[in-house]
């Protein structure tokens, strides 16, 4: 229809706070990822083995009294509802999870970058904090939803399924645990990934420099812990030091055990990570220009 | 008027629990014609922009220097050469960046510290295209509605409006990053449109139209600021769209304003040329001319028997004619010199 035909209509209403836009960043966000099938394929791939973790809870819980002995050979695939068990779930849900991120990396945060996303954000009614913010939700939503939450599922699960509820009661420390592990790594991974995505904002590049952190360094680590005889080496495998550090939220590290000995450094390495990520994040953010 | 509450939200109209009263049986017609009348009556009472000595470096490279203008509501045009301060200035105006000195005010907003509630009156069209990909047009016009402030059910209805109003009803389901140029570029203008803005930055929003496109924008645009009140500061290369649709303009040179005010009033300056046609040997005519105070200039591109005329104050055209008869030379043609746009940028650079 010609323009001449059509009136142009007002519009009137409250406005939100700034703050409120984040909402809508993180689910644009969200919905862009989601609509790529190979997201798809991971998060099947994360689910699956929450599946089987929900199953095997379920069979112990109905075998435990009709037959103890295949419940006992379920004991050693791990599944024992202590803190240490959920520590490796989430570890494992945390592999899917990186993979994951490494491909939405280029998606939620490298295309603002190169195609111009950034400067529509920005000349919008928000300051650069509300969308720095707001992409950071976005990341965490998705750690959280494939390590924490499934987690959060299995630890309620193993505890309406046991025979009273004193599961909870003496076990607290695991909830603790598993909010604190599933924060820590939405923390991390969400600055990380969000500081490296807009230096590297295509996605093959990305992928590589993610792949880099998590994978060539924790091997470069420990060849030179090999040649050097020093475990400090092994801090450079940043998953380690957050497992480490998700230890600490279980309750479970002990500082007699080899690998646990570096807790300490770990504690400073962790938010020194975050701070410089964060410096560059900010930095990144800065430069862009909205009017060019 | 729009105020700060407490709660960081901004009321668009404060006045709409008055002008609610209103007898039962009258439409929203009269409503909203009643709420543009007071907007009229708002826009009126209060500038602009207004700049004070404002002065901004970039390190120790200037980008704009003791810039003092003070611009009515209206269509202004802001031109200048690459690196004359354009860019800065809309950035200024934009509350995206706080000048190294100075002050000012945009619709009573001032230029220091008050981005976020500027931007909710504002809206901005860039140059540079912009995407997000994968998402529809719809929605995407809808999400830049709701990073405006908007409630999510009223930036997708004002996203269809906006798309429709602008000509892209039946492309909004497609993604937007396969629009044509024509279509992103309208596109970026209902982005600007969505949350109703009294104020449109528009940089360049012409480019890469082919003239069929860019007559239909300049058309909206006019229509925008001439039947829809808005106000438009429209930053373009292209002179001609700013003499088509803007009613002032700003000129900016190395960072500073060199001309500021409305076009008509500009060419004013520019009366007192005329374009002179004869037929003869116009020698003797031209000499006798010049000595009665009349500059004649040679119009490059013209043929021979043609030239522009520059008449001293208080002179009376019958002179041509006489002096004409005089040496038997036919004056076949005598009309003013209407100056375009682009003419009068130069002669403003040149005498700079």
């Not at chain 1, 005889?229 to 939220?249: A, E, P, V, Y």
């Not at chain 2, 004070?52 to 200048?80: I, M, N, P, W």
């Amino acid at each position: 229809m010609a323009i001449e035909l059509l009136g142009y209509r007002g519009w009137r209403g409250d406005l939100r706070s700034p703050w409120m836009a984040c909402w809508p960043i993180v689910r644009s966000g969200l919905s862009l990822v989601l609509r790529r099938k190979i997201f798809w394929v991971l998060l099947a791939l994360g689910l699956l083995n929450f599946l089987f973790t929900f199953a095997i809870i379920y069979i112990k819980a109905q075998l435990a009294v009709e037959n103890p002995g295949f419940a006992k050979f379920l004991d050693s695939v791990k599944v024992t509802g202590t803190g240490e068990a959920y520590l490796d779930f989430m570890f494992a849900q945390g592999t899917v999870t990186m993979l994951l991120l490494a491909f939405a990396g280029s998606q939620l945060i490298g295309s603002d970058y190169h195609q111009g996303g950034l400067s529509f954000y920005l000349s919008r009614r928000m300051e650069r904090r509300h969308y720095v913010s707001a992409k950071l939700l976005a990341i965490e939503a998705i750690v959280l939803l494939i390590t924490t939450v499934p987690a959060l599922v299995l630890y309620v699960e193993y505890g309406l399924l046991s025979n009273s509820l004193d599961y909870f009661r003496e076990n607290p420390r695991i909830l603790f645990g598993i909010l604190g592990y599933g924060l820590i790594m939405a923390v991390v991974l969400s600055l990380l990934l969000a500081a490296i995505a807009s230096w590297v904002p295509r996605a093959v590049p990305l992928v590589m420099t993610w792949s880099c952190i998590f994978i060539l360094l924790p091997i470069v680590g420990e060849h030179m812990r090999n040649i050097r005889d020093n475990r400090i080496w092994r801090l450079l495998s940043l998953w380690r030091d957050l497992r480490t550090l998700g230890k600490w939220c279980f309750g479970s590290l002990n500082l007699e055990r080899d690998e646990d000995r570096l807790a300490y450094w770990a504690a400073w390495i962790v938010p020194a990570v975050c701070l410089i990520c964060l410096i560059v994040l900010v930095r990144k953010v800065r430069a862009v220009e909205v009017v060019r | 008027m729009r105020l700060n509450t407490a709660h960081g939200r901004l009321k668009t109209e404060n006045s709409v629990r008055n002008v609610r009263i209103i007898p039962a049986g009258c439409g929203g017609n009269l409503w909203h014609a009643l709420l543009q009348a007071r907007r009229a009556g708002h826009n009126t009472a209060m500038s602009l922009f207004e700049l004070e000595q404002v002065t901004h470096f970039y390190g120790s490279l200037c980008a704009l220097k003791d810039v003092s203008l003070k611009v009515e509501r209206g269509a202004v045009g802001l031109v200048g050469q690459n690196g004359a301060g354009k860019s800065t200035m809309l950035k200024i105006l934009l509350g995206l960046m706080r000048p190294t000195a100075g002050r000012g005010q945009v619709m009573g907003h001032d230029i220091r510290g008050s981005g976020v509630a500027l931007r909710a009156r504002v809206g901005y069209m860039p140059e540079a295209e912009m995407t997000l990909p994968g998402l529809r047009g719809v929605e995407f016009v809808s999400l830049a509605g709701e990073l405006s402030g908007m409630p999510r059910r009223q930036a997708m209805r004002r996203a269809h409006e906006v798309l429709s109003y602008l000509g892209l009803e039946e492309a909004r389901y497609r993604r937007h990053e396969e629009y044509s140029v024509g279509m992103k570029q309208r596109l970026k203008l209902a982005t600007a449109l969505v949350h109703d803005p009294e104020l449109l930055l528009l940089d360049e929003p012409t480019a890469g139209l082919d003239p069929d496109g860019r007559e239909s924008m300049l058309e909206l645009l006019g229509t925008l600021a001439g039947r829809h009140g808005k106000s438009l500061i429209l930053s373009t290369h292209l002179l001609g769209d700013i003499d088509r649709v803007c009613e002032s303009v700003i000129i900016l040179e190395r960072g500073q304003v060199v001309r500021v005010g409305r076009i008509e009033e500009l060419r004013a300056t520019y009366r007192g040329r005329y374009r002179l046609q004869w037929q003869g040997q116009a020698a003797q005519f031209l000499r006798d001319l010049e000595s009665e105070g009349v500059q004649i200039l040679a119009d490059p591109g013209a043929p021979g028997d043609e030239a522009l005329a520059i008449v001293p104050d208080g002179w009376s055209n019958r002179t041509f004619f006489a002096l004409a008869d005089n040496h038997k030379v036919v004056l076949r043609g005598l009309e003013p010199d209407h100056e375009n746009l682009e003419s009068l940028y130069h002669r403003v650079l040149k005498q700079e």
